[in-house]
């Protein structure tokens, strides 16, 4: 039988999978014109960052699975190469947030910026695999940087909406 | 949850350095790319050249139109200010809101189309891509 915190957990998991579906959307209506194309804030991340710190790990991977299935199948890219450059970008940002998250000493919004960073970082590989010229590899620079105020952004949103709920990791530790 | 003075902790600001490091050292190739004599404006689908154009040699305005994996894309050339996506069948047009491009290295791409456009130093298609690193 579920216990409460499993369905707590349940319930939060699908609030975020829905809160990134409707953040992926509503950001890729933006006509942004950045300084280097394709280039975006990454709300979802808001999204993802939130699970990380509110859900156990199994729920947060199959949030993340089922945003960007879900997301990229609602905007008409699922399996286009757009949807598997993000897919890896968000891939190593999830792996990467995971890692730097045991790092003693780093904030929510360390764990952010490391998180965008790597999303870029993948983004730009994925689509330097896919186009087959290493030309795109001098974006990385640019990439990069931008990463540190979208992530410390994202960042600052996650924690204003984790101080919100009140409940830094309650539902990880006893689902209350 | 640990006390917090300013808004970073102690290790966001090793992590923001990492980055700007690693953003330093993927930015080197940058400083070591030749004074050109000029650029060849090259596009390509899929490492197959289908068109080529030395910038300074675009006699006024004209289109071109080439197919690419999902539908055609049309690019611009203007004698001012180099070259741009001015038409293409891709839902994100991001190649179309990147604008002109005009500078060594700069890349215009259609990611869903595998097509783009890149500017090469005229030098180094004679003596391939090594050359422009000295």
């Known amino acids: ?176 | 949850m640990n006390k917090q003075a300013g808004l970073l902790s102690k290790n966001d600001f090793a992590i923001i350095l990492t980055i700007v490091l690693l953003a330093a050292v993927f930015s080197l190739p940058h400083f070591f790319v030749a004074d050109e004599q000029g650029q060849l404006i090259v596009i390509a689908n899929d490492q197959q050249v289908l068109y080529e154009q030395p910038l300074l040699a675009i006699g006024g305005k004209y289109e071109k139109t080439f197919a690419g994996n999902e539908g055609k894309i049309t690019f611009a050339f203007d004698s001012e200010h180099g070259v741009k996506v001015s038409h293409a069948s891709c839902p994100d047009q991001i190649c179309v809101h990147t604008g002109y491009i005009n500078k060594p290295r700069q890349l215009l791409v259609c990611l869903p189309g595998k097509i783009y456009a890149e500017i090469k130093p005229l030098n180094a298609k004679e003596a391939g891509l090594d050359a422009i690193l000295r």
Do not use: W
């Open chain 1, 1 to 176: 039988m579920r216990s409460s915190a499993d369905t707590r957990a349940l319930v939060f998991a699908a609030l975020l999978t829905a809160l990134g579906i409707a953040l992926h959307i509503v950001e890729s209506m933006i006509p942004f014109t950045a300084p280097f194309p394709g280039a975006k804030i990454g709300l979802a991340n808001i999204t993802v960052l939130l699970c990380l710190y509110i859900l156990p790990l199994p729920y947060t991977v199959g949030v993340f699975f089922l945003r960007i299935i879900l997301s990229s199948l609602l905007v008409g890219t699922f399996l286009s190469a757009g949807f598997f450059i993000g897919g890896t970008g968000g891939m190593l940002s999830l792996l990467v947030m995971l890692a730097v998250k045991k790092i003693p000493r780093t904030s929510l919004l360390g764990v952010s910026m490391a998180g965008a960073a790597a999303h870029n970082l993948g983004q730009v590989l994925m689509a330097t695999f896919i186009i087959n010229n290493t030309a795109l590899l001098y974006y990385l620079p640019v990439a990069l940087l931008l990463a540190l105020p979208a992530g410390f952004l994202t960042g600052l949103v996650a924690r204003a909406a984790l101080a919100l709920l009140n409940m830094d990791s309650q539902v990880k530790k006893n689902g209350r």
